[in-house]
């Protein structure tokens, strides 16, 4: 389908990629990884470091 509208695979995975990385929470396993990773215990302190940081990185990516 991507190929049929014109659209570089590569633009298209990247962009899919980068659109994932906005505000997650929870029940994403990946942000408790990162969260255990820093050393942050807090759970205010959690959100507030790995949204932020993963809202900066969908803003600049896109």
């Known amino acids: 389908m991507i190929g ?3 659209v ?5 995975g990247l ?3 980068i659109g994932s990385f906005m505000f997650s ?14 050393g ?3 759970v205010k302190e959690q959100i507030k470091v790995w949204n932020i940081t993963s809202t900066l990185c969908w803003a600049t990516g896109a």
């Open 4 to 6: 049929t509208l014109g």
């Open 8 to 12: 570089n695979p590569i633009v298209a």
């Open 15 to 17: 962009g899919c990629s």
């Open 25 to 38: 929470y929870f029940n994403d396993s990946y942000f408790w990884v990162v969260n255990r990773s820093l």
């Open 40 to 42: 942050v215990t807090e």
